[in-house]
Structures are given as structure tokens and as C-alpha cells.
């Protein structure tokens, strides 16, 4: 640290992990006894903003847990980060509201009845269950279901979700964690990259 500094900020840390410090002066005369220590644990939760809306996401360490029938398997995951809940109706209207205004829907189908892309249903809007409406070119929610579970969503359009929620935080397409996508899209066609720090589905372990 600089002289007469009295902040020091210790950055790329461990989400949920605790660190201790003790510090000294020196000077040309030489160096002060160290302090006692002192500790601090880190947030194992962030917030994002998409748009105007801000969501959390929680960290989840990295580990080996038993998996399967009876706890017969075993399995190791990474550490990750995950939503805090699921996916709202108000999010999944605004990053498709996003991708509309964006222009990423105008080669598909987007009424009051569906919402399509690449030959494949992404929302079905006709479903009684469903919170979400299209009108007028604008997306909304039934009053007082703006933080319920999104529902009547495909795995292609949550697939779709997590690139567009991913670009709208982002600004780019650098970093989408799915590709593939071509005019008759099927599931096993989807290219998943791992090494990318976009959103995505959680796999089948982490999900456990």
C-alpha cells in the first residue's frame, strides 16, 4: 500500500469464502509490530441488472456428492453460480421484449396465441396457465404475477432465454453459451459451450 493509504481493496476473491488480514507500517526507521487479525467473509450472492429489472444469483461451491438411486453413483461439479429462484414472468417479458425489439424474432412467429423461432415453439401464449400476453407489439404480465414462475415455456425457448438474457446483460454475442440454431432446429443439433460465461440451463447434477 501507498503511503498514508487507509483503504485497500483485495479483488477476484472466492464468492462465500472467508479471508484474514493483519497488517504493519514501515517506514526508513523500520517496521510496527503486525495488528491483530482481522476477517471478512465475501458475498455468495450478486445481482444482475437486465434492463431495469435486477435478479440475484447465488454461488454454489464446487464438490463430490453422492447421485443416483439410493446414493449408488457419485458425481463432482465445478463451483457455478445459479438464480435464486426461478426464471419470473417479469424477466422472461422483458428479455423477450429485448429480443423483439431487437429484431431477433422477425424471421418466426410472434402473435397472441405463440411465440416461434427456427420451426420451434418458444412460449405458448394460448395456454390458460400462461401470465405472459403479446399485443401491440409489446409483452406483458398479469397483474400481481409479475414474480411467479415462469410457466408454458419450451426448453427452446429457455435455451433462447439464456442467450438473449445473456446479451442484453453483456452487449455482445461473445460470451452465448449456445449455437446451432439454424431454420429447422432440433434439440441434439444445440452446440452447448461450457467455457462460456453466458447463462444457461443448469446441467443435470448441478440441477441435483
Known sequence: MSADSEIYTDSGLTPSTTYTYRVRAKDAGGESE???YESATTNYQRG???GSLIFSLNYVPGGTFPTGTADSGEATVSAYWIGETEATNELVAAVYQWAYNQ???????VDGFTVTLYGQELLDLNSTSIQISF????FSVDSGFGDYPCVEITWYGSIMFCNWLTEMVNGSTDELVYSGMDSDWVDDETIENVSKTGFRLPSRFEHE
Do not use: Q
Open 48 to 50: 444482475v441488472t437486465a
Open 135 to 138: 399485443s401491440g407489439g409489446a
Open 103 to 109: 429484431g431477433k424474432m422477425s424471421t418466426g412467429t
Open 34 to 36: 503486525w495488528t491483530n
